[in-house]
Each structure stands twice: as C-alpha cells, then as structure tokens.
C-alpha cells in the first residue's frame, strides 16, 4: 500500500497537506514547520536546520511499520483501545526517532510526527479521532494482508 503527503502549505510553525492512499484523498494532515529538509541529505546537514519538536521530516519515502507499542501512547486508553498502542511509525527517519501518525490538533500536538483531521480551522487539524480511526483501520487491513505499507512525502508548494 502506498500513502502519499502532498504538503500543500507551509509557514513559521505548521505545515498542512493531503494525504491519499493509492492516489484517493483520505484527509489532512499537520506537522510542524518545514524547514526544506530531503531525506537524501547529509545527516550533518539535517542536524544543522533541525529544530527539536518543531521541524517536519524530511520529504522523502519511508516504510511505515504497524506492529511496534508506542512507548508515548502505550497507556494511553484511546490508543489501547484502537490499536493497542501500535501506533504506526515511520522507520528509519534520517535525524528523527519515534515518527507516528497519531491524533492531535495543533503544532503544538506534533513533536515531529505527523497529525491526521481535517483542515477545518487556520493552522488546525480538527475531527482528529475520526481520521485516525479510519486510516488505521485501513492500514491495519492492508498490514494483516501481508501488504508492505510506505509512504511518500512531498511539497507542492
């Protein structure tokens, strides 16, 4: 299955984008600022324009794995009960560790990892729950298929 972030707009503190599964809108996302970062990048580089907790990933394609316990959400009962704390985390993120897609509202909410809603409000991502819900359901679908999962992230600003 093959996820890609279209991130459309960009400011100081927050960058918005579409996500699609196979080419269909699923919803929005939001992550901090993007800062220009490529994943092709020396990582000397990438640590040198990096702000902890306030710089997106860097654009580029990742694996994104379903079967590891999110030490941030492992008690958290809203991820229990949805995927019993198996957040889905990008892997091998030049410069970056524990990158999820999880549920949140604002920059504030992102620490790096990418927020998932619909873009409803200025800077926000809002009915956050609702698209974490769905998305997961169908990544958990194609993660029980045997079904290797990516995704591709990207500017087109």
């Known amino acids: 299955m093959r ?14 984008g579409h ?6 809108y699923v919803c929005d996302t939001l992550e901090d600022a993007d800062r220009g970062l490529h994943y092709t990048m020396p990582l000397s580089k990438i640590q040198h324009i990096k702000v902890k907790d306030k ?4 654009t580029g394609t990742y694996t994104i794995m ?3 316990v999110s030490p941030k959400y492992s008690n958290s009962k809203y991820y ?23 549920v949140g509202n604002t920059a504030a909410d992102t620490s790096g990892c990418i927020l998932v809603g619909y873009n409803k ?3 926000m991502v809002l009915d956050s729950k ?10 958990k679908t194609a993660h029980s298929k045997g079904e290797t999962i990516s995704i ?3 500017r087109t600003y």
């Open 3 to 16: 996820l890609i972030l279209k991130r459309i707009y960009t400011c100081k503190d927050y960058t918005i």
């Open 19 to 24: 996500l699609y599964i196979n080419d269909t």
């Open 55 to 58: 710089t997106a990933i860097p």
């Open 66 to 68: 379903m079967d590891i």
């Open 80 to 102: 229990l009960n949805i995927c019993n704390g198996k957040v889905p985390r990008l892997a091998n993120v030049p410069m970056y560790s524990g990158v999820l897609i999880h």
């Open 121 to 123: 409000a200025k800077g």
């Open 130 to 139: 609702k698209a974490f819900e769905n998305l997961y359901n169908i990544l």
């Open 152 to 154: 591709t992230i990207k």
